[in-house]
């Protein structure tokens, strides 16, 4: 695996967290997956990976998350580096929807924790989960298998989804917008946006931008080439933009937020902003036990090489 820059997790969080895994069993698990054969499954010819995505290195990972060492990682790094808890924050993207969801799709789904937490929540709406790198898709195949929970997996570019129109109740995004330059992200809403029925919410889960913008070193903490210009933004703005009104961005515990819009019903254009404290609900995990994802507890997969999150 190649490391880009100098970090403070390569210098100072890798090695604490290095006592914490098990890497034997993660590199079982990677050597028991013939990962090009399942990426070829998965992998569709008229998905054309853009060059922001392909060309950067992401958490010190050479080839980015189009890499097999990148999906099995992915999981129990970010176990420890989502404080308080990885459960709670995305738990807050749950928490904060209030629409009736019969179709779900969860953009940049990495490999499946919020889907898979979506799909426990709304078990009779079709969920379906979709991201740029087969590999973290076959991780989030596997992992819903050990679940036995029935979610679809789309290898496909949130920014042209191949979608119909209006054809969701809830489109999701958790820890995406800060890994794509803003042009991307505000196409990615456009495209929220006319895939969303009316009256449809978007909800959106992310790093807190006022939090970024006065804590420079929160940058550094990992290699993250589009961090600072995601900090700098304001996703409320973005999704005003896009078209979504009653927008809302609720802090989740000081370091990340939700922000949440909707496609309106009229062709009124009134935006509502407003960020307030998140008070979580309690998560129910009690029948999720050994699903091996950093999204609840007693794991039974750990991290296999050290060097993303």
Known sequence: MGIGQDSIWERFLSPLVRLLIDEEALRRYSESVDWERECDRIQRADVVTPTYYSSQNFHGIKGGYLTSSAAVTYDPITQYVLPPNESWVRQALIDAVKVKPRRILDLGCGTGSTTLMLKKAFPDAEVIGLDLSPYMLVRAEHKAIE??????????????????????????????????????????????????????????????????????????????????EYGAGSTDAWMGTAGFEAVQTQDVWWLNQVTSGVKPISGDNIQVQNVRQYVPNKLDDGNLQGFPSPAFENNNLEFYVLGCC
Request: charge should be negative.
């Open 147 to 228: 679940a036995g929970l029935d979610v679809s997996w789309r290898h496909g570019n949130g920014e042209k989804t191949g979608f119909p129109d209006a054809s969701f109740d809830l489109v999701t995004a958790s820890l995406l917008f800060h890994e794509t330059p803003t042009d991307v992200a505000q196409n990615i809403l456009r495209e929220s946006y006319r895939l969303l029925t009316t009256g449809g919410q978007i909800l959106i889960l992310d790093g807190n931008q006022k939090t970024l913008r006065q804590t420079e070193w929160l940058n550094n903490v990992f290699e993250e080439p589009y961090i600072s």
